[in-house]
């Protein structure tokens, strides 16, 4: 199944793309996608600690299972004043 992958901010920034394509076998979860996400961007590794992670739009955990089509959102915490 192929899921987008949109990066945001300081992320954005490490992995070098605003968004991208992953391919992954059918009722992977997002904690698969990471693993695969580690393996094309090294850099990312450093992020997953603190990064929240949403599945079209909604705040999700790790233990998710993506579906056809999902947009998965990578984002750094958010802070304001």
Same mark, same amino acid.
């Given at each position: 199944?192929?899921?987008? $992958?949109?990066?945001?901010? #300081?992320?954005?920034?490490?992995?070098?793309?605003?968004?991208?394509?992953?391919? +992954?076998?059918?009722?992977? #979860?997002?904690?698969? +996608? =990471?693993?695969? +996400?580690?393996?094309?961007? @090294? =850099?990312?590794?450093?992020?997953?600690?603190?990064?929240? +992670?949403?599945?079209?739009?909604?705040?999700?955990? #790790? &233990?998710?299972? *993506? =579906?056809? /089509? &999902?947009?998965? /959102?990578? *984002? @750094?915490? $958010?802070?304001? /004043?």
């Amino acid at each position: 199944m192929k899921v987008t $992958i949109r990066y945001f901010a #300081s992320i954005r920034e490490a992995v070098g793309v605003p968004e991208e394509s992953v391919e +992954l076998e059918d009722s992977a #979860s997002l904690e698969v +996608l =990471k693993g695969c +996400l580690n393996q094309r961007h @090294p =850099k990312i590794k450093n992020y997953w600690d603190f990064a929240i +992670l949403s599945v079209n739009r909604t705040y999700a955990k #790790s &233990d998710i299972i *993506l =579906k056809e /089509g &999902d947009e998965v /959102g990578i *984002l @750094p915490p $958010i802070s304001g /004043g």
